[in-house]
């Protein structure tokens, strides 16, 4: 399995497999992620003709701004210079997975040869040790120290015809090395379930449907949604709970029902890849009256300008909107206010009545359900109900990262707690002494147990008679 590095290709493989390279790579993602969170980024049902969002913005990301432009920071997942940094990474963690592979195959068959040193790296910790007697009996003494603490040796395969001094490589629990390229492995696989996303995924915009509208899915996908029914569910007190709620929906194909599923806060509906998601709910009130001779109330939405009807439906976008409505045959203005719900509550419904434009309002009642109100000899009646604000969502590679951070953590929680010892060993002379150069494997083995072991061994073989 020895990792062929043509010449031409040498330099960049090298560059790719060093730590400062994956480390800058690393950096230069999680600057680009805190940015997409600081920066607003277009919303996906405007993405095709994103001028007109662009002018509403302030003016960082106003037209004007040549390097936002040119950077795409308005929309940076979908930027060039971001899709080419997660090719480099790729790139990056490839190289880094076939190296750890490498010495893990090594290992494993105990095969070694003067080149796979260069799998140790040139940032490796290294230690020497000076011991006053001859490389023979140290390197005798040293086989025996390290069966005693575990380990088991493999010489170094010479070229013949050198005269080299023997080289060594000690290994303990070697068999987990292989946890290390598998984290590679996971961290790429998640790498291609993001590009997948990218490319592929889609989010269509908020739906606040009432019980029978429909939503064709689009995307080629030949979905259409129907609502056939929301419900908020009650707290204790029998009010909407204002975290609970559910939408039961018909999966249909050229209009034809196909499947039935129920939606709930965290559990989406889920079909051949495409997921319905449940993002909120609004408040949805009728409202209809009598005046004073018992005639229905005529209601205007929004002002003088709007067509008079004898019952008004309405809903709230958000918690923010108020709703003003005229009633044109008393000359003064309904004003409808919504209360965000509360914890184990649903939203509250402020009615109030505003007789002049220089006139305070007037407070009439506070709903949390259907009622009823009198004022003036008139009756108005309120119903209140609920739509839910859904969405519908596309992310054909989330399994993949998913299942691609799970097994990069596990494999690197195995690693960092019962994690494998590698270590390449020389005995040289040095006059009248030997010289034993210890050499652990590239980061697995830089923590406190290779520093005990040189100890260990400094103890040991010191004492050589």
Not at 100 to 121: I, K, N, Q, V
Not at 172 to 181: D, F, I
Not at 285 to 309: F, I, M, W
Not at 435 to 461: D, I, K, N, R, T
Request: net charge neutral; with cysteine; charged share 15%.
């Amino acid at each position: 399995m020895t990792v062929s590095r043509p010449g031409p290709l040498s330099l960049v493989w090298r560059f790719l497999a060093a730590p400062a390279t994956l480390l800058t790579l690393l950096a230069l993602l999680a600057v680009a992620l805190i940015l997409s969170t600081l920066i607003p980024q277009i919303p996906p049902d405007v993405s095709t003709s994103p001028q007109l969002w662009l002018a509403l913005q302030p003016g960082g990301l106003s037209p004007s701004n040549d390097l936002a432009q040119a950077l795409g920071l308005y929309g940076i997942y979908h930027a060039f210079w971001f899709r080419l940094l997660l090719i480099f990474i790729g790139l990056a963690l490839f190289v880094w997975m076939i190296e750890s592979a490498e010495a893990a195959w090594r290992a494993s068959r105990r095969h070694w040869t003067p080149s796979a040193l260069g799998l140790w790296g040139s940032h490796a910790v290294r230690t020497r040790l000076l011991l006053p007697d001859t490389p023979a009996h140290v390197q005798a003494r040293l086989h025996d120290c390290l069966a005693g603490c575990g380990y088991r040796t493999a010489e170094v395969t010479r070229a013949q015809g050198t005269d080299t001094a023997p080289n060594w490589v000690a290994s303990r629990r070697s068999a987990l090395l292989w946890a290390r390229p598998l984290a590679f492995a996971g961290l790429l696989l998640a790498l291609l379930g993001l590009a997948i996303v990218a490319n592929w995924g889609w989010q269509s915009s908020q739906w606040q449907p009432a019980a029978g509208e429909r939503l064709a899915v689009g995307h080629g996908t030949g979905y259409a949604i129907r609502l056939d029914a929301f419900e908020p569910l009650t707290g204790s007190e029998g009010q909407p709970d204002g975290g609970r709620y559910e939408s039961r929906i018909t999966w249909l194909v050229a209009a034809q029902p196909v499947e039935q599923d129920t939606i709930t806060v965290g559990r989406p509906a889920a079909r051949s890849g495409l997921a319905v998601r449940q993002v909120g709910y609004v408040p949805d009130v009728t409202l209809r009256g009598l005046d004073q001779a018992g005639k229905p109330l005529r209601l205007q939405l929004g002002g003088v300008t709007s067509e008079v009807v004898e019952q008004v439906s309405l809903a709230f976008g958000s918690a923010e909107t108020q709703q003003v409505i005229l009633l044109p045959d008393q000359g003064f203005f309904l004003l409808l206010d919504l209360e965000p719900a509360s914890a184990g509550a649903g939203p509250l419904l402020h009615l109030g009545l505003l007789r002049s434009a220089e006139a305070e309002q007037q407070p009439l009642t506070v709903l949390r359900q259907s009622g009823a109100v009198s004022f003036d000899g008139l009756k108005l009646e309120v119903d209140l109900g609920y739509r839910p604000v859904m969405r519908v969502d596309y992310r054909p590679g989330m399994a993949l990262v998913v299942a691609g951070l799970i097994l990069a953590v596990v494999a690197l929680a195995i690693g960092w707690l019962v994690g494998p010892r590698l270590v390449w060993i020389a005995v040289a002379p040095d006059q009248d002494h030997a010289v034993v150069h210890l050499l652990p494997f590239g980061g697995a083995g830089e923590g406190a147990w290779f520093s005990s072991l040189a100890v260990q061994l400094q103890e040991e073989l010191a004492n050589v008679a």
